[in-house]
């Protein structure tokens, strides 16, 4: 437990703002950026705008996911953190575990945040904002398991950050139309869909992320 929350400390420092990796900021002002350039595009139609609002702002969500996919493994591989666990013994699933943890922590909740503006700005009502909050809960974790998922898959190839994006994208299609359905049926069944999906995805994230980590860093 120790040593998980000493790994987990210094990933948040790692990618909350301000680290040395980049700023998590970047994908809040993507995020942001979407929603308020949204209603340029589709014209001042206020029905138009909510009806279409909910699922913009979770392909939004989904985009700025993309974004830190680069800085999760390919720095640790590089400056030889990995091999300096393995030879502490700590696993890597165990590390995989803690960073698709902390990945979620550093855009998961700023996101669900930022909805709160983007929905003021797509004319989205308080009911829609409640099921995209849910939404958002449920299905981010999802999200995040797939990032890291894809990251340590790509993380020794070349032009493996584009490859990532391409990647993530049709695997996160089942939360996009769970959360996004959910929007628009008004129901509980798309959330709870969602929710299993990311619950399924964040248990098999360590040990897909940690066995294809173990061969990058044993290549």
């Excluded at 790994?7 to 790692?14: A, E, F, G, M, S």
């Excluded at 720095?75 to 890597?92: H, M, N």
């Excluded at 909805?115 to 999802?142: F, I, K, M, N």
């Excluded at 709870?192 to 964040?202: F, N, R, V």
């Amino acid at each position: 437990m120790t040593t998980a929350l000493t790994l987990l400390r210094r990933d948040l420092v790692l990618l909350l703002p301000g680290s040395g990796r980049g700023s998590t900021l970047l994908p809040l002002l993507f995020f942001l950026a979407v929603a308020m350039l949204f209603p340029f595009a589709v014209g001042p139609d206020a029905a138009l705008l909510a009806r279409t609002g909910g699922g913009v702002i979770w392909v939004a969500a989904l985009l700025a996911a993309i974004l830190p996919l680069d800085r999760l493994f390919a720095p640790d591989l590089g400056t030889g953190f990995v091999d300096q666990l393995a030879l502490r013994g700590i696993s890597e699933e165990l590390a995989v575990a803690v960073r698709m943890l902390a990945h979620w922590l550093s855009f998961g909740p700023l996101l669900m945040l930022a909805a709160l503006p983007a929905s003021a700005l797509l004319g989205l009502d308080g009911a829609t904002l409640r099921v995209l909050e849910l939404g958002l809960l449920a299905g981010t974790p999802g999200l995040a398991a797939i990032g890291v998922i894809i990251a340590a898959l790509t993380v020794g190839l070349r032009g493996g950050t584009a490859l990532a994006g391409l990647l993530v994208i049709p695997l996160a299609v089942p939360l996009l139309v769970f959360g996004a359905g959910a929007l628009a049926t008004g129901g509980q069944g798309g959330l709870t869909l969602c929710a299993a999906i990311s619950l399924l995805l964040a248990a098999i994230a360590p040990f897909a992320g940690g066995a294809a980590i173990r061969a990058a860093r044993e290549g």
